[in-house]
């Protein structure tokens, strides 16, 4: 079984095929700087599902889609000053009924961060911080406690999850 991992970029859109012990078994990258609207991104977004589908040699659960700016619940909300369009766009909905594979959005850091404590850095580590680089500078940080405030809806900054144990 995999998993579609999507990382949507201003420069390039990043996909990757994942298994379940998180190693990455097929990848590419397509460019997107010239994209120029929404729904061009969202094409190229179900182009490298698909691509990314027809490597696979068993079940796709899901897709993870790392998008840059304020995302809540499948929902970009905006933020993504360097991507045309995405204001109160249920990325997650369009993509679900174009596939239909089930799909998880949130923003960039914070998949970023997932991945990380699920497979990577993080993985032995009960709290993280996680910086990202990029066209922008985002972050995301975890903590796995059950008693901290977070602040909701924050992309392109620092974001809070909480994990009961």
């Given at each position: 079984m995999y998993a579609i991992a999507i990382d949507v970029g201003?420069?390039?859109?990043?996909?990757?095929?994942?298994?379940?012990?998180?190693?990455?078994?097929?990848?590419?990258?397509m460019p997107s700087k010239d994209v120029l609207s929404e729904g061009e991104i969202i094409a190229l977004i179900n182009v490298?599902?698909?691509?990314?589908?027809?490597a696979a040699e068993s079940q796709i659960l899901g897709v993870g889609i790392g998008f840059p700016g304020i995302v809540e619940n499948n929902v970009i909300l905006g933020g993504?000053?360097?991507?045309?369009g995405f204001h109160h766009v249920n990325?997650?909905?369009?993509?679900?009924?174009?596939?239909?594979?089930?799909?998880?959005?949130?923003?960039?850091?914070?998949?970023?961060?997932w991945g990380e404590m699920q497979f990577g850095a993080g993985k032995?580590?009960?709290?993280?911080?996680?910086?990202?680089?990029?066209?922008?500078?985002?972050?995301?940080a975890v903590w796995l406690i059950?008693?901290?405030?977070?602040?909701?809806?924050?992309?392109?900054?620092?974001?809070?999850?909480y994990y009961q144990l």
């Open positions: 201003s420069t390039y859109l990043r996909c990757g095929l994942i298994n379940l012990k998180g190693e990455i078994s097929y990848s590419f990258k490298a599902v698909r691509k990314c589908a027809g993504a000053d360097n991507l045309p990325l997650g909905a369009l993509i679900t009924e174009s596939t239909g594979l089930n799909v998880v959005v949130d923003n960039d850091a914070n998949m970023m961060a032995n580590c009960s709290d993280a911080v996680f910086l990202t680089l990029g066209t922008g500078i985002g972050g995301s059950t008693n901290c405030m977070g602040i909701p809806q924050q992309g392109d900054g620092i974001r809070s999850y």
